[in-house]
């Protein structure tokens, strides 16, 4: 509003005080999806916590540490929520450097190629977890394609398998994050004009210094949202690790799923997933004042 | 990198090594993505009900099992029937909400961005459990709410809704402001603007908000399992559910069936996109 028809933006005013219900009434759908399935649930789970879970019963009402403490203290779950922590982190740093890498190739490769790259990017993001947990299914074990090409070719001479391994767990998890740290990069890439590159090998810089030099600073904030984006889908993923990870692989969703489903323990169940919420909370957050801050000292 | 002479040699050899690396990092990419997909479409050909390569007779048989079996058929009605939910659940809620934010100003505008953009980033698991515990016991006229596709749609909305809301936020921006002010100058009310005038100038947005919802609750299953009993399964839980016990063929003939429908909405995108640069352009 430049002024340009002061009586104009006069009417609209007076429109839109008349019709200050019409906003909410368009919104009535989503807060009621939003305030009763999340809000409500929510609430609801942070007040489990605090029961206490006595005999068959699903719970019993309380207030008590208890749930918190059996978190912190045992050593399942302790060991569970390291085990979160390590794998999302391996995980998540991995996706970084192969969606970087892919993100870079689909920047300085030929615009023709641009649009095969990019279906095929979508692929993970289209295709439904369970699905891709069991093509890796049938990829790793003893019979599986992995074992069947090596030995085939060659290349060895028993079959082996890689199913149940962390490795499995890593590749499936490594697969899912892909897309995200792809398509995030990708337009971060797309906004850098790629004659700053030419200036830089003209003056002589090598490949690596303009790497170093020129577009790591570009792109690190980049890089830092595709990290935290990954980070927190790893975190909250179960069904890859638990499927394609060893018995031993727990992480906090298949331990949230476990108490829930298997052993009906609803008030630990939910202190359990109140950490796991904090812990994502608490990473997006840190992501955000730490991009904040880098773009505040680059400009 | 001081050395004179290296310039000339390096300049010689980097290309060459730089063109084998890339090389090597594109088949790399290419056979990571499509390793998965494909031994899923080789494996659902397969006669044998062992997961087992070589595969030696390949036939149709698991397709024909898999539409002779009620329980995985069903399973596949259950998702097409929550999934259109889900769609017409979180593309209204997320359009009209959008629409409010584009069109108006109004109190804690901030606090409620955040707050439908919140659910998108809760794992499912999370999200799962709490509608679980919160509805769990509830029944509205002797009917559980608790197992019903009903709940499974809003939940899956969960997730949709902030998506919908989001593309159509930025679509809505682009629409040229001046046709709706005139709509209203020449006395249209309100909502017949919104149908008449601006849902057709964001045609595109709308229907790939709609595929997208679909597409998501399709392919969802951990809000689903611990939100469906074993009448409303649908067919991710169930092969989520039959891969712990042992997997067959059938699973496989399950994935392709559902990569194909996503495939088929992707494509009704294009080609509805197609046809609107089409009408521009004429």
Same mark, same amino acid.
């Given at each position: ?8 933006? #006069?009417?609209?005013?007076? @429109? ?15 807060? $009621?999806? #939003? ?29 008590? +540490? ?15 929520? +390291? ?13 970084? #450097? ?33 699905? $891709? ?22 290349? $060895?001479? =028993? ?30 890439? =797309? ?33 830092? @949202? ?5 980070? $927190? ?13 060893? =018995?031993?692989? +727990? ?28 812990? @994502? ?17 680059? @400009? | 990198?001081?050395?004179? %002479? ?52 390949? %036939? ?80 509205i006229g002797g009917v559980s709410i608790y197992g019903s596709r009903g709940l499974v749609m809003v939940a899956h909305s969960l997730w949709a809704m902030p998506l919908v809301f989001m593309l159509m936020e930025a679509t809505f921006r682009t629409i040229d402001n001046r046709v709706v002010e005139a709509a209203n100058d020449l006395g249209a009310p309100p909502v017949r603007t919104f149908f008449e005038v601006v849902i057709p100038m964001v045609s595109t947005g709308v229907i790939s908000s709609v595929l997208f919802a679909f597409v998501i609750s399709l392919n969802e299953f951990v809000m689903a399992l611990f939100l469906t009993d074993r009448d409303t399964q649908t067919l991710p839980v169930l092969m989520w559910l039959s891969l712990r016990s042992a997997g067959t063929p059938r699973l496989a003939v399950a994935s392709v069936i559902l ?21 521009? %352009?004429?």
């Amino acid at each position: 509003m430049t002024g340009e028809d002061r009586a104009f933006t #006069v009417a609209r005013a007076a @429109v839109i005080r008349r019709k200050r219900a019409a906003p909410w009434l368009l919104m009535l759908p989503a807060l $009621i999806i #939003v305030l009763i399935f999340f809000g409500l649930p929510t609430l609801y789970m942070a007040r489990m916590s605090f029961n206490l879970s006595e005999g068959s019963k699903l719970f019993t009402p309380g207030l008590s +540490w208890a749930n918190y403490q059996t978190v912190f203290s045992n050593e399942v779950f302790v060991g569970a929520i +390291w085990t979160t922590l390590q794998l999302a982190l391996m995980a998540s740093a991995a996706t970084l #450097v192969i969606g970087y890498l892919f993100a870079l190739l689909v920047w300085l490769k030929p615009a023709k190629w641009r649009l095969i790259f990019i279906g095929l990017a979508l692929c993970p993001l289209l295709i439904s977890e369970i699905a $891709i947990i069991f093509g890796w299914w049938m990829f790793f074990p003893k019979n599986g394609l992995l074992s069947f090409a090596l030995t085939s070719s060659g290349l $060895i001479s =028993d079959k082996i398998s890689l199913m149940y391994t962390e490795f499995a767990a890593f590749v499936g998890l490594v697969y899912l994050t892909l897309p995200f740290c792809f398509f995030i990069l990708l337009s971060i890439l =797309d906004g850098i004009d790629k004659r700053m590159l030419e200036a830089a090998a003209d003056l002589g810089a090598s490949p690596l210094t303009i790497f170093r030099e020129v577009l790591l600073p570009l792109t690190r904030n980049g890089m830092l @949202v595709a990290f935290s984006q990954c980070f $927190i889908f790893t975190m909250g993923t179960y069904a890859t690790p638990s499927a394609l990870g060893p =018995d031993t692989l +727990w992480t906090m969703g298949f331990l949230v799923q476990e108490q829930m489903l298997g052993r009906n323990n609803w008030p630990l169940a939910s202190a359990l997933s109140m950490v796991l919420v904090v812990l @994502v909370a608490v990473m997006m957050v840190f992501t955000r004042a730490l991009a904040t801050r880098r773009a505040t000292l680059h @400009v | 990198m001081s050395d004179g %002479s290296t310039p000339l040699t390096r300049r010689s050899v980097e290309p060459v090594v730089f063109r084998v690396l890339t090389l090597a990092f594109t088949i790399f990419i290419v056979a990571y993505v499509l390793i998965p997909i494909v031994v899923t479409l080789v494996m659902s050909f397969n006669e044998a009900a062992q997961i087992r390569f070589p595969i030696k007779v390949w %036939s149709l048989g698991w397709y024909g099992d898999f539409i002779a079996s009620p329980q995985w058929t069903d399973a596949l009605k259950n998702s097409f029937i929550i999934a259109v939910g889900t769609a017409v659940i979180s593309t209204t809620a997320g359009i009209l909400a959008a629409w409010a934010f584009e069109r108006y100003d109004f109190a804690f505008k901030n606090v409620l961005y955040i707050l439908i953009m919140m659910p998108l980033f809760m794992p499912g698991v999370v999200l799962g459990l709490g509608v679980a515990i919160a509805f769990g016991g509830l029944e509205i006229g002797g009917v559980s709410i608790y197992g019903s596709r009903g709940l499974v749609m809003v939940a899956h909305s969960l997730w949709a809704m902030p998506l919908v809301f989001m593309l159509m936020e930025a679509t809505f921006r682009t629409i040229d402001n001046r046709v709706v002010e005139a709509a209203n100058d020449l006395g249209a009310p309100p909502v017949r603007t919104f149908f008449e005038v601006v849902i057709p100038m964001v045609s595109t947005g709308v229907i790939s908000s709609v595929l997208f919802a679909f597409v998501i609750s399709l392919n969802e299953f951990v809000m689903a399992l611990f939100l469906t009993d074993r009448d409303t399964q649908t067919l991710p839980v169930l092969m989520w559910l039959s891969l712990r016990s042992a997997g067959t063929p059938r699973l496989a003939v399950a994935s392709v069936i559902l990569a194909l429908t996503v495939f088929a909405c992707l494509s009704l995108i294009m080609l509805w996109y197609i046809r609107q640069l089409r009408k521009v %352009s004429r």
